[in-house]
């Protein structure tokens, strides 16, 4: 079994910057691919970003390209997700996510987190 711990979230007004950081602990022997997706009120969850195992390979949403960057450090077990220029429809739980079983801009993985609050006002 793999945990998956995320940390960063909170309070920003628009236009300001967030890191996100997902730590994996338990089976962490093998590294597993890994993305971020939110979820807003009333809103169905939303692929953020991904990357593979050893960082060589990097996916993004449309609505968060070149404003958000994904990156891990295996040594330390730990993906990240750097938010800037954040806008308030950015508000949401955001969860990170590891092992893909199938598409990885679908939801359907192996492990998830309990999320972190990302909120963002105008």
């Known amino acids: 079994q793999v945990q998956l711990v995320e940390s960063g979230g909170g309070l920003v007004q628009a236009g300001g910057s967030l890191r996100l950081s997902c730590v994996a602990s338990?089976?962490?022997?093998?590294?597993?691919?890994t993305a971020w997706f939110r979820q807003a009120p009333g809103k169905e969850r939303e692929f953020v970003a991904y990357?593979?195992?050893?960082?060589?390979?990097?996916e993004y949403a449309n609505s968060v390209k070149g404003r958000f960057a994904i990156s891990r450090d295996n040594a330390k077990n730990t993906v990240y997700l750097q938010m800037n220029n954040l806008e308030p429809d950015d508000t949401a739980v955001y969860y990170c996510?590891?092992?893909?079983?199938?598409?990885?801009?679908?939801?359907?993985?192996?492990?998830w987190g309990q999320g972190t609050q990302v909120t963002v006002s105008s």
């Open positions: 996510a590891a092992e893909a079983k199938g598409n990885v801009y679908e939801g359907n993985y192996s492990y």
């Open positions: 338990g089976r962490t022997s093998s590294t597993y691919a």
């Open positions: 990357i593979t195992r050893r960082g060589l390979g990097l």
